[in-house]
């Protein structure tokens, strides 16, 4: 009787031990950890290589994020080389105003520490291109002489919409009549994707053709249907004669629900990429980024979303949500 419980014993061990240690895991990924940053930056790396491929001088702009521009992430770490090499300027949200509350100065702790990687990005001659959202004369005009004295391209936005040409300044900061072929000699730009606040789209279109701004960003489409080559041409002139870049705006890091390509049926039967709703933007459902079909949605195919603003005539995207990989590290 005592070697059987003994037998016993030393078979529930056994077994526990290989419970204990089993893969529970019900993907079919291997059982190591992703890293969510090169995943990241893989991914934006193909876009450019995709979009340069087709036309050579095409801007990549990445916006937030900041952390991939260094391998480990930190401020102190060495930089990502071969994604800095990719894109021709980085984006970032609330710098000096709008990253607690709109029409707030941003903290300076939170200030200083994207300084310290917006830093890197200028010296290994990425151009930094910062939205701040204020609309307080006194702050617009701070945040256009902070970034200025950065060396920083900027725009103070007064809608966190992103939907109007703001009334103030009268005149885009450091306006001039030059003819702008690239991201550098943009001294500033306008960011407004969100045109529903304009009765139709010729009031749109008209409301950036009578701007003298250097560059503009706008979403490819109206009311989900895409700008013609000849509309996006038709804003390439500024009102003062000098020539200027129109760049597509393009959620990378998020599928968006009045896409084109959203389809009914993933309500109730998602793909495997699609992720969970975003619950501060409904409609806006994060994706496993990573995934190739998700990838093939964006680029790399003749019916891919960066295939229509190439074939548009845009001089370059404008990236969103690239700090997806945030999310998917919490997880």
């Given at each position: 009787m005592k070697n059987l419980f003994a037998t016993i014993a030393v078979l529930a061990i056994t077994t526990f031990l290989r419970l204990g240690c089993s893969d529970n895991s019900t993907d079919n990924e291997p059982n190591t950890e992703r890293d969510y940053r090169q995943d990241m930056r893989d991914f934006v790396q193909d876009i450019s290589s995709y979009a340069k491929g087709n036309k050579s001088n095409f801007v990549v702009i990445p916006q937030n994020g900041q952390e991939l521009l260094t391998e480990n992430g930190e401020?102190?770490?060495p930089p990502a080389v071969e994604y800095l090499t990719a894109i021709d300027g980085v984006g970032r949200e609330d710098l000096f105003y709008g990253y607690v509350f709109d029409n707030t100065p941003t903290?300076?702790?939170e200030r200083d520490y994207?300084?310290?990687?917006?830093?890197i990005?200028?010296?290994?001659?990425?151009?930094?291109?910062?939205t701040d959202y204020c609309s307080t004369q006194s702050y617009m005009d701070d945040s256009y002489v902070q970034n200025a004295a950065k060396g920083y391209i900027s725009f103070a936005a007064d809608h966190r919409d992103l939907d109007n040409v703001p009334a103030y300044?009268?005149?885009?900061?450091?306006?001039?009549?030059?003819?702008?072929?690239s991201l550098a000699e943009a001294k500033?730009?306008?960011?407004?994707?969100?045109?529903?606040?304009?009765p139709n789209k010729n009031a749109f279109l008209q409301a950036i053709i009578e701007t003298n701004y250097d560059m503009v960003i706008i979403d490819l489409f109206y009311n989900n249907i895409a700008l013609t080559t000849s509309e996006v041409a038709s804003l390439k002139s500024k009102t003062n004669g000098g020539s200027r870049l129109?760049?597509?705006?393009?959620?990378?890091g998020e599928a968006e629900d009045y896409r084109y390509y959203w389809q009914a049926s993933w309500e109730?039967?998602?793909p495997a990429w699609l992720d969970d709703e975003n619950p501060d933007w409904p409609g806006n459902y994060k994706v496993r980024y990573w995934d190739k079909d998700w990838q093939n949605i964006i680029y790399g195919t003749d019916s891919s979303y960066l295939k229509k603003i190439l074939d548009g005539g845009f001089d370059g995207v404008y990236l969103d949500i690239i700090d997806a990989f945030e999310y998917f590290e919490e997880q």
């Amino acid at each position: 009787m005592k070697n059987l419980f003994a037998t016993i014993a030393v078979l529930a061990i056994t077994t526990f031990l290989r419970l204990g240690c089993s893969d529970n895991s019900t993907d079919n990924e291997p059982n190591t950890e992703r890293d969510y940053r090169q995943d990241m930056r893989d991914f934006v790396q193909d876009i450019s290589s995709y979009a340069k491929g087709n036309k050579s001088n095409f801007v990549v702009i990445p916006q937030n994020g900041q952390e991939l521009l260094t391998e480990n992430g930190e401020e102190t770490g060495p930089p990502a080389v071969e994604y800095l090499t990719a894109i021709d300027g980085v984006g970032r949200e609330d710098l000096f105003y709008g990253y607690v509350f709109d029409n707030t100065p941003t903290p300076a702790s939170e200030r200083d520490y994207m300084l310290s990687f917006l830093d890197i990005a200028e010296n290994n001659e990425v151009e930094v291109l910062v939205t701040d959202y204020c609309s307080t004369q006194s702050y617009m005009d701070d945040s256009y002489v902070q970034n200025a004295a950065k060396g920083y391209i900027s725009f103070a936005a007064d809608h966190r919409d992103l939907d109007n040409v703001p009334a103030y300044p009268v005149s885009p900061y450091q306006v001039n009549a030059s003819n702008i072929t690239s991201l550098a000699e943009a001294k500033n730009f306008l960011y407004m994707i969100d045109p529903g606040s304009f009765p139709n789209k010729n009031a749109f279109l008209q409301a950036i053709i009578e701007t003298n701004y250097d560059m503009v960003i706008i979403d490819l489409f109206y009311n989900n249907i895409a700008l013609t080559t000849s509309e996006v041409a038709s804003l390439k002139s500024k009102t003062n004669g000098g020539s200027r870049l129109i760049i597509a705006y393009m959620s990378i890091g998020e599928a968006e629900d009045y896409r084109y390509y959203w389809q009914a049926s993933w309500e109730t039967n998602p793909p495997a990429w699609l992720d969970d709703e975003n619950p501060d933007w409904p409609g806006n459902y994060k994706v496993r980024y990573w995934d190739k079909d998700w990838q093939n949605i964006i680029y790399g195919t003749d019916s891919s979303y960066l295939k229509k603003i190439l074939d548009g005539g845009f001089d370059g995207v404008y990236l969103d949500i690239i700090d997806a990989f945030e999310y998917f590290e919490e997880q």
